[in-house]
């Protein structure tokens, strides 16, 4: 049987993915002229951190997220299994210590150990928690890595700013539609929003991380992302909104704040970029799978793409399989 699959962000990467792993023809089309350049994952921080996001998110993302780690790795070479590292001021450990009540598998550490994992880390962070099991990449290489691979067992990737999804599904003769276009499938899902995320990528050679660290602050939470070569992803940042298509000037000062509180020497470092994306959420936070005939919907992602997308996909793609399998987070037909 012949799948089409629209959008070929981090949702319908992995779908594609795991179709062609169960012997379906697949061809993808996206509305775009290159990989990423609409999908929110561009904007993504890439880390695959489940039990963290138990501090907030639902019990689905922890335990389906810890499935990410292993599927990526086995797709793309850009995985680090470093661990993350969350730290607090002296002033908020009152947030380092709520945190480690609502999240688990984590080592409580102290400043000796903290500079062990990370030399140049101040030192004047006293106290921490180290999540050895989890793990980031780096989202652009990620979904450009993914593309290549599926290119290269004979699955067709058409790029066309002007396509229509009925042009395609009729010209490539699809049993089956696998519609993960993210926010632009509100015309279809009308309970999507988005919210609004941003973010900044700096470089700097004064500091060198291994691992994704998390400084928790009551106001101004931030995470950094190291990819490698002096980059660094900054992060935190959500606004239940779509609007805008620019990172707002209190965001930018913000991050910029915490990132220099975070360390000194972040203050000469160069702003690369800015980025804002609108990452698609249902009413729960969380993802979900809907069928309309021969169509299914994969969308909800939220924050969560790159570590609940293979989950995803291969509930969704066992879900074509198998009428009688409802997953868990499959709605009812629309």
Not at 228 to 256: K, N, P, Q, W
Request: glycine share 8%; hydrophobic share 40%.
């Amino acid at each position: 049987m012949k799948v089409l699959v629209i959008g070929a962000g981090v949702a319908g990467l992995t779908c594609a993915a795991e179709l062609h792993k169960s012997g379906f023809a697949v061809h993808i089309v996206e509305h775009a002229p290159e990989i990423g350049q609409k999908a929110c994952s561009w904007f993504a921080g890439g880390m695959f951190a489940p039990w963290c996001e138990g501090e907030s998110a639902e019990e689905p993302v922890v335990r389906l997220g810890q499935k990410a780690l292993d599927w990526w790795e086995g797709h793309v070479d850009c995985v680090e299994r470093q661990g993350t590292l969350v730290l607090s001021h002296k002033r908020d450990v009152s947030e380092l210590q709520r945190f480690a009540r609502r999240t688990d598998h984590f080592e409580i550490v102290h400043q000796n150990r903290i500079r062990e994992l990370e030399p140049d880390i101040s030192e004047g962070f006293m106290n921490g928690l180290f999540f050895a099991g989890e793990g980031h990449l780096n989202p652009r290489n990620a979904l450009i890595q993914l593309a290549s691979k599926l290119r290269s067992k004979g699955i067709n990737i058409t790029l066309d700013t002007n396509y229509t999804a009925v042009q395609y599904q009729a010209e490539f003769a699809a049993d089956y539609v696998f519609d993960c276009r993210g926010l632009s499938a509100r015309d279809d899902l009308k309970d999507l929003r988005g919210v609004k995320g941003e973010m900044l990528i700096i470089r700097s050679h004064d500091i060198t991380l291994q691992r994704p660290v998390r400084l928790l602050h009551p106001r101004i939470p931030l995470y950094i992302v190291p990819y490698g070569e002096g980059i660094f992803m900054l992060g935190a940042t959500m606004l239940e909104s779509d609007a805008g298509h620019h990172i707002s000037l209190r965001s930018t000062l913000e991050l910029l704040s915490a990132a220099y509180a975070f360390h000194p020497a972040l203050g000469e470092a160069e702003i690369l970029e800015t980025g804002v994306a609108a990452r698609p959420a249902f009413p729960d936070n969380l993802p979900h799978i809907r069928r309309n005939g021969n169509k299914f919907y994969l969308n909800g992602l939220y924050r969560h793409g790159f570590l609940l997308a293979p989950a995803m996909a291969t509930m969704a793609v066992q879900a074509l399989q198998n009428p009688d399998y409802i997953p868990e987070l499959m709605d009812k037909k629309i």
